[in-house]
């Protein structure tokens, strides 16, 4: 027999009538509300690595959630119930093994990878509490953290273990609205409890999904996997109480003393060279003022765009993922891994960058912008510069630019080889003349 068979089809019908009264519609729970809750969980991944991954039990508690919602729509509320009450033990254990040593972190997982005995949720939470100081300090400190994990289940248990003839799907009818209603409110705060408690042990491994707001720690990160917790999640899940307790723990303290003392903070122009490739050539003096604190190619595309500011729009750097966009001018926003050998094969000198497209056989016509811009080709060292001007370059322009490419080169494979630093770029002859016009 299987699922298609006319009978087993008949008496799922007949079994699924109770699950049915308990189905919860879209107006009687606020879906969209507890999936963005979901979504702020999975956007804070750590960027610490350690093995095992952390991130892994934290997504997989995120998958347990969103299956949570799916069970409760269906109107099974027990094993709705269950799969939260999971989530909240398996980021548990993601998180006593990110803050184990070594040796033990080893011992446990490969005890747990082996399907051995392993210890309970209130175990795993004292272990976690007697193996880790820092997790220690921050429960002392902040002592609701304890309180919201020790009473986190108890209510939930009731539903999953069957105790009450609230936790039953065979009520009588006239009772059923009511009782739905009941599982309903129990549910919705048990999800965003744990979802708490699920963002607390996230922040027993780091504190960056709160560091990364703090004005102390503002424009300091290039690059960082991990997105910040929004206001609205820390209003109505985290809690800015919780919030307010946290940042005043020593655990936290530390944390911002040391990347102070590491990162350099930046303004905001300059940050948004590194972390968007915007280039705003509005604060182009702040950005040139700390241009050594760029990447070389990040300082290049700075340097070429304020050199062509009157017609460029965006520059493509060989081995960059993206281009660097020019605030001031509007660009195709198209970017192709390739575009140096396709603007080589075309001339190199104001290709329009529809052949570029046709060349490479990239589709164009869906996009919202029309591909009506040019690229010129810049050879340094051995990268190349695209410089995208929505304008066609004069003979002047383009010298202007083999010039800079010229002088730039040799200092590249210096700046590469580790034989002089960033800052040299500012004694260049290039740089001294965007600096003074600008």
Known sequence: MNFKDEYINSQMFSWRHHP??????????AYSRLYDYIEQLADSVSGLVSTPSFNHFLLESCQLLANSLDLIHQGYFDAAFYSVRQAGEVILVGTLFSNLEESERKAKYEKWVSLDRFPSFSKLSKMLRSKDIEYRDLLEQMPEIDELISELNKRANKYIHKQGHESFYTKPYEVVPESAKHIREDFTDYFTTTVKVCAIFRLAVDPFPILLSDPECEFRFH????LEFGQSFIDNCLGNEFVKHYIETDYYRNWVNAIKSTFPQLKEAT????????IDLSHIEDILDELDKLTLYEATAVLFTALFSEKGSAIHITGMLDAFSNSARPS?????????DYAGQLGGVNVPLADICRLASFDTSHEFSPVSSFITLFSIASDFVCVETDKLLDDNEVELGQKAT???GQLWCRIKTGQCAMFELKETALFKRIKQNA
Request: with cysteine; glycine share 6%.
């Open 20 to 29: 049915l009264r308990y189905v919860t519609r879209e107006d009687e729970l």
């Open 223 to 226: 690059d960082c996997m991990t």
């Open 271 to 278: 940050y948004n060279v590194s972390n968007l490739h915007y």
């Open 332 to 340: 195709g926003g198209l970017y192709l891994s390739d575009m140096s």
């Open 406 to 408: 010229e002088e730039l």
